[in-house]
């Protein structure tokens, strides 16, 4: 054989091997979208055009749900593929997989900030371990002593928005946003920013580029790839911003690594401070004590799920809590049943009362009225999951490959599960006998479900209570309609607009 066949045949090889890729795998794949409808596509970009914002991409996925059902095939560009899912049953078996774990691919955008930390691995052993290490954290004995903080932070905010007391058209998610920072800062580390006081902190700017910068990954072909990424200006700022808030928080760790270290040293009594009040345990002060059948976490790993946390726990609860304010002014009778309820629990006292954890739990119809805002305006409105094994369901044979949309928003506007959807209506939650279980699903559901829910709902509630104990909310002059997108979490691209006036 001549060295010229010789290259030939190599070269025809190297050829084939796509195109065997091709049949063994993707062609499974396409097989098994066969089950479901697709919308009309166009020729090479599938169905990929109508998703080119992030405000397209939440009202196409309502349209497509509205004309073709609860589980959709969509094609995006010529070879991609997803399965849009708002079907009660199809949910409760993904999510309650313990097979099925890993998150969609586009989470390895924030990996740059967060590692492999809780949100973005993979759902292996590491995963598994590090789950059991840091759920203890969120016990109700350690939410109980994070009330106080709460209460200080929305005292802050109280004092910002007063400023603004008889404003007819204020956009509210800046304020509410800094609070939640401040918040999830000291919970998690038990250091203040202060960016109520201070809107220049450079760290409060870090998770905003990080945050934007993610959203224009998932959507933005130049930048998808590391490669090309590397060579924008958004790069430059992801470097500079991971920068800012590792060297932050490693300062944080090493203080408080030092602190244990001399602490064990010393005395283990010093739990209780001078006046024999025992100490406030921050997230950070439990994931450096917190060991699992000898395994505890390197310097590295305690970094990942700090930053983690960060990440989760600041924009979710400032989404629904500015949702959640929006409604009340534009509902006066559930806002004067909150109202009402604030009254029967502190009497007239109720501005200035300082709320316990057990008075939080005391809100049943603020606790309703939170689910009905998570429903409505759910802070994360899709997530994926990337199937990594076949999988039988229903007699159909999902394969490897295959990625699934969860749009939790498609199924809390299904008007059969939650009839006249768009009404803001809490007592639709004072009973759910009827209602399937996978039919709400804010913080999804199952083992890789969300492990700040309960911490969530409780500064939620505190943030809430405070703000509506102190103003009275008004529907925005002039009327204020939201433009909604899916971002990082859901978004409204003009502002969330209310009215408010000190009581
Ligand atoms: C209203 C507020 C919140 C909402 C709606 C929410 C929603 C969610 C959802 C839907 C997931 C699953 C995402 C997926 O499967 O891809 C999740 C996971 C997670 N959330 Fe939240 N979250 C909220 C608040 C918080 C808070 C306050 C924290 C921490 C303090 C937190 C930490 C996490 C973590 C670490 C995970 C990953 C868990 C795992 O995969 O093991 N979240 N959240």
């Not at 005292?155 to 007819?168: A, H, N, T």
């Not at 040293?265 to 004590?289: A, P, S, W």
Request: proline letters at 5%.
């Amino acid at each position: 054989m001549s060295l010229l066949t010789e290259y030939l045949l190599a070269f025809i090889a190297v050829m084939l091997i796509p195109i065997y890729y091709y049949y063994t795998k993707l062609r499974r794949i396409e097989k098994f979208f066969e089950n479901f409808p697709t919308p009309p596509t166009e020729p090479f970009f599938g169905n990929a055009r109508d998703f080119t914002t992030t405000s397209a991409f939440l009202t196409t996925l309502h349209k497509y749900t509205k004309a073709h059902g609860s589980m959709v095939h969509v094609k995006m560009g010529p070879v991609g593929h997803v399965l849009v899912c708002s079907d009660h049953k199809f949910l409760e078996f993904l999510l309650s997989s313990t097979k099925i774990l890993k998150k969609s691919r586009n989470l390895k955008y924030l990996s740059p900030w967060l590692g492999d930390g809780l949100v973005i691995a993979d759902g292996g052993p590491k995963w598994k371990t590090h789950r059991k290490l840091i759920t203890p954290a969120f016990h109700f004995k350690i939410l109980e002593q994070f009330v106080d903080i709460f209460e200080s932070a929305s005292d802050v905010l109280v004092q910002k928005l007063s400023e603004m007391s008889g404003s007819k058209s204020l956009d509210i998610y800046p304020y509410i946003s800094r609070c939640t920072l401040d918040i999830i800062c000291e919970t998690a580390m038990g250091t203040k920013i202060d960016v109520q006081n201070n809107e220049a902190s450079a760290y409060f700017k870090g998770v905003k580029d990080m945050c934007r910068i993610f959203v224009i990954r998932t959507m933005s072909i130049a930048k998808r790839y590391d490669f090309m990424f590397k060579f924008t200006k958004d790069y430059v700022i992801q470097q500079d911003a991971v920068k800012v808030l590792h060297d932050y928080t490693n300062q944080v760790i090493d203080k408080k690594r030092q602190q244990l270290k001399e602490k064990k040293q010393e005395d283990k009594e010093k739990d209780f401070d001078d006046l024999g009040i025992k100490k406030k345990k921050v997230f950070l002060d439990l994931i450096l004590d917190a060991s699992v059948d000898g395994q505890s976490l390197s310097p590295e790993e305690i970094n990942e799920e700090v930053n983690t946390f960060m990440f989760g726990g600041h924009d979710t609860t400032a989404t629904a809590s500015t949702f959640i304010l929006y409604c009340l002014a534009n509902n006066k009778e559930v806002q004067d049943k909150v109202y009402e309820e604030q009254r029967q629990l502190f009497g007239d006292d109720v501005k200035d009362v300082k709320v316990t954890y057990h008075n939080l739990q005391e809100m049943k119809y603020l606790e309703n009225t939170v689910k009905e805002g998570l429903r409505l305006y759910s802070p994360v409105p899709i997530f994926g999951r990337h199937i990594d094994q076949d999988i039988e369901y229903d007699g159909i044979t999902i394969p490897k490959g295959v990625g699934v949309i969860v749009f939790a928003h498609g199924i809390h506007m299904n008007p059969e599960y939650y009839p006249d959807p768009e009404k803001f209506d809490p007592s639709r939650f004072e009973s759910c006998e009827k209602r399937p279980p996978y039919a709400f699903i804010p913080f999804s559901a199952g083992v890789r479900n969300c492990i700040g829910q309960k911490y969530a709902i409780l500064e939620i509630k505190s943030l809430v209570s405070k703000i509506v104990r102190n103003f009275e909310l008004f529907p925005s002059v002039p009327e204020h309609k939201m433009d909604l997108a899916a971002e990082t979490v859901l978004k409204s691209l003009n502002g969330v607009k209310i009215g408010l006036k000190l009581r």
